[in-house]
Structure formats: structure tokens, C-alpha cells
């Protein structure tokens, strides 16, 4: 079988440089990839929880753009551009140079935090999950019979920006997602963070760059992260549950290398496609 290329300067694909564990775990503002910590380049993931009772997070973006993507409760943030309001699954691009402040709703949040460093200054943007769930192109269902899954864009060409893709995807129970197996290694860099998944759901997850050895099988749960330097990353969740996840990618060339869909193919699967075609189609 063949093996895919890496490009140089590539992190080894290692569980200690790429998995980190219960990630929903600790209150306040966290951080969990990082170049100085993981194996990412240009990647950022960090975590925004908050109880309805705790005072508001304030921080600078600095040289990062940044989306922050409510995945339980709601809450208010704020910058120079106006105030926010997020729910489920909402998302809210943030320029560099910018400053946040998040405040939790009554029922608290709990945001993820993606970003990575850019030139040039990009509008902010609000992306709301029920209009994502208007737009064939954002909203779609990929694969096959064992492959079925809920994928959808929310930071994506529906968003000006210059590294950061973000969406999430929720699979049929026991499916595999990420099929046929894909990489994308030359242009974006990527993590999947473990969402919607309540005991006893787990799933096993894979990244490889030769399919007969490959570097990494790890069991994950809700609120770990896999992060993936390189090499094709299926993933399968256990009979009667679902998988879920956050995907998080950063482009490699600011704006150049910024394209969804754009993959190849593991080779022997390659000839229906990537599954992920309906993306392509112009978003409204």
C-alpha cells in the first residue's frame, strides 16, 4: 500500500505530542494545543468555562484570530465591535488585535476556543447554527451506510478569514466518520476535540501516514483532543453510540491554503470520491 507524503518540518505523530485528555474537565480559560506544547504549528485549542455565577474572562487576541464555538449553555461576549450573544453551537469570529470579554449565560458556557496567528485583519462574524442548517453547502450529510454522518461548516468560506476552519460533525451511531480516510497535511493542520458524547459513548480514533503501520490508536471520550500534524485520521464510534467532534483546522499559507474539502484520498478507497464534495457548491 502506498504511504502519503509528509511535508518537512512535520511533527512526529506520537499519543504525547497529539492527545490530550478530558479537556472539559477544569473551569476558567485554558489552553491545550499550542506550538510550544503539542504537535501544531500554527494550531491553537483552548477551553472557556464558566459557571452562570463567575465573573467574566477578559483577554487580548494579540496576533491571533480567533473563533469561539459555544458548545453548551450560552453566554455574551464582548469586543470593540459590539456584543455577542452565543447558544449552542453558535460560533463568533474574533480579528487579531482585539479585545474579548465572555460572560456566561444562566445556565453557564462552555466554549472552545480556536486560533492561529495571521497578518493581515479580518471582519468579525457572527455564525449562527440554524443558519448554517439553511445552507446545503454548510449543512449536509456525508457517507455511506457505515460512514453516515452530520457534518457542518461554521467558520468556513461563509467566513472571511486567513487560517482557521472550524465545524462540527456528529456521526450515526457506530459509524465510522473521516471516510474514506483523508489527509490534507500539505496545506491545513487539524484537531478533533470529542463533543456530545454522555457515558457511555467512546470511540477509537486513528492517524496515520502508512495504513499497514499505523502511529496512532487511541479510545477517546468526551472532551479529548487529537491533534493531527499529518496523515489520513478515520475514526469509529462503539456500537450504540455516537461519535462526535469539533474539527478545527489552520491553514499552512494564510489565506492560499485556507480550502475544505480540498484532500487526498487514502488510494485504495479513492475512487467514489471524499464524501465531502457537497461542500464545493457556492454558499449562500
Not at 31 to 44: E, Q
Not at 138 to 157: D, M, Q, T
Not at 186 to 209: F, H, K, N, R, S
Request: hydrophobic share 35%; glycine share 12%; with cysteine.
Amino acid at each position: 500500500m502506498k504511504s502519503v507524503s509528509t511535508p518537512h518540518n512535520i511533527f512526529p505523530i506520537r499519543e504525547s505530542d497529539c492527545v490530550r485528555r478530558g479537556t472539559n474537565r477544569r473551569k476558567g480559560r485554558t489552553t491545550w494545543l499550542a506550538p510550544s506544547s503539542a504537535a501544531v504549528r500554527h494550531l491553537r485549542y483552548g477551553r472557556i468555562i464558566l459557571g452562570s455565577g463567575d465573573a467574566p474572562i477578559r483577554f487580548p487576541t494579540e496576533g491571533l484570530e480567533t473563533g469561539l464555538i459555544c458548545l453548551n449553555g450560552g453566554g455574551t461576549v464582548k469586543t470593540g465591535q459590539g456584543e455577542f450573544e452565543l447558544g449552542r453551537y453558535d460560533a463568533l469570529y474574533v480579528p487579531r488585535d482585539a479585545e474579548v470579554e465572555v460572560a456566561a449565560g444562566e445556565d453557564g458556557c462552555d466554549l472552545a476556543e480556536v486560533s492561529a496567528p495571521v497578518d493581515k485583519y479580518y471582519p468579525i462574524r457572527l455564525v449562527r447554527f440554524q443558519d448554517v442548517q439553511q445552507d446545503p453547502t454548510l449543512h449536509f450529510r456525508a457517507g455511506g451506510p457505515a460512514s453516515s454522518r452530520n457534518l457542518n461548516i461554521l467558520i468556513g468560506k461563509n467566513v472571511e478569514a486567513g487560517r482557521i476552519v472550524a465545524g462540527v460533525t456528529f456521526s450515526d451511531p457506530g459509524n465510522w466518520t473521516s471516510w474514506p480516510p483523508h489527509e490534507h497535511a500539505e496545506m491545513l493542520e487539524e484537531a478533533y476535540l470529542y463533543i456530545d458524547m454522555p457515558e457511555p459513548a467512546w470511540g477509537i480514533q486513528l492517524v496515520y501516514t502508512n495504513p499497514r503501520e499505523p502511529e496512532l490508536v487511541v479510545v477517546v471520550r468526551e472532551g479529548d483532543c487529537v491533534a493531527m500534524p499529518a496523515g489520513y485520521h478515520p475514526n469509529v464510534a462503539a456500537p450504540g453510540g455516537s461519535i462526535g467532534f469539533l474539527w478545527m483546522m489552520a491553514a499552512n499559507r494564510e489565506g492560499l491554503d485556507r480550502q475544505f474539502g480540498v484532500v487526498n484520498v487514502q488510494p485504495e478507497y479513492a475512487q467514489g470520491g471524499s464524501g465531502l464534495e457537497a461542500s464545493h457548491g457556492s454558499a449562500k
